[in-house]
Each structure stands twice: as C-alpha cells, then as structure tokens.
C-alpha cells in the first residue's frame, strides 16, 4: 500500500519542492514565512505527498473551501481544491499520481480540480467531468470536478 502523508511545513520539504515542476509562488511564500519563523513544522499544512526511502517523489495541495464560496456543487458545500499534483519523472506510471486523487476522494467532499495541459486522460479515468464552463466564475480556466455519491454539478441559470 502507497503511504499518503501530509507535509510538514519546514526547510527540508521546501528543498526537495524545488525538484518539481510546479514549484513556484506558494512555496517561495511559504519559504519567507520559515526565515520570518512564522511557521515550522506546521501540521495544517495543505500539501500532502507520497515519499519513497527519503526522498518525496510525488505531491498536491489541497485546500477545503467553505461552503458559501460553492458554485459549482449541488447541495451547496464545503469542497476540496485540488492543485499542483506532480509525480517526479523518475516514478511516473507506477500508480503515485492515482494514490494522491484517491486520497483526496477519501475525505468524501466534492473536489474541483484545474488540469495541466495533457492531463485531461488521467483525470478522466480518475471520475473527474469537466465542469460546465461559466464565464465569471471560471475565469478562463477550465475545471474539472468529481462527485461524490450525493452531489451534483451546480446548474447554471442563464
């Protein structure tokens, strides 16, 4: 069984983020906030990732948003964001990627999700749809969304 785990927000994380692709503005913050000793070894930390020996080879972020900024599920709810999910190179195709979605869906919230160019494959086999596109609230992106038993996608009025 692939072990999940959150990520403890500390140095050692931080340098092994910069061997991902997306390695980019959260972690620069989150890297100010240690040499400002804001945040060491933080538990509520939104990154989770899957290590292999020492080192960490796959990872995402994942971010509960309350209910009133919902527009996309029906009933109206608390969801998870789910972003930046990478797999280094080296462990692509072996299954991490697929453990990290399956975790997310484990806490049985709607997930929204914006794929990288390519991706759309991976999400679908993982149950995501795309979301109907809806100008204002998508902002030019274009997110995919898995249901729980439960929930709907949001209709939209127009």
């Known amino acids: 069984m692939i072990k999940v785990e959150r990520l403890l927000i500390n140095y050692k994380t931080l340098e092994m983020f910069k061997r991902f692709k997306e390695y980019g503005h959260q972690e620069l913050s989150m890297l100010e906030d240690l040499q400002n000793k804001i945040v060491e070894n933080n538990s509520e930390s939104p990154f989770y990732g899957i290590y292999y020996g020492n080192n960490l080879i796959a990872r995402m972020s994942l971010y509960e948003i309350n209910k009133k900024y919902d527009y996309y599920f029906e009933p109206q709810q ?30 049985r919230l ?5 794929p990288r160019i390519n991706s759309h494959g991976f999400w679908e086999k993982m149950g995501f749809q795309k979301a109907h596109y ?3 609230r998508d902002l030019g992106e274009n997110p995919l969304i898995w249901l729980p038993e439960g929930v709907q996608e949001k209709e939209i009025i127009k």
């Not at 789910?82 to 975790?103: I, T």
């Not at 709607?110 to 914006?114: A, E």
């Open 110 to 114: 709607p997930i929204k999700t914006n």
């Open 134 to 136: 809806e100008m204002e």
């Open 78 to 107: 608390d969801y998870l964001t789910l972003w930046k999910l990478e797999v280094l190179p080296d462990y692509q195709g072996r299954g991490y990627g697929k453990r990290l979605v399956e975790f997310a869906k484990e806490f």
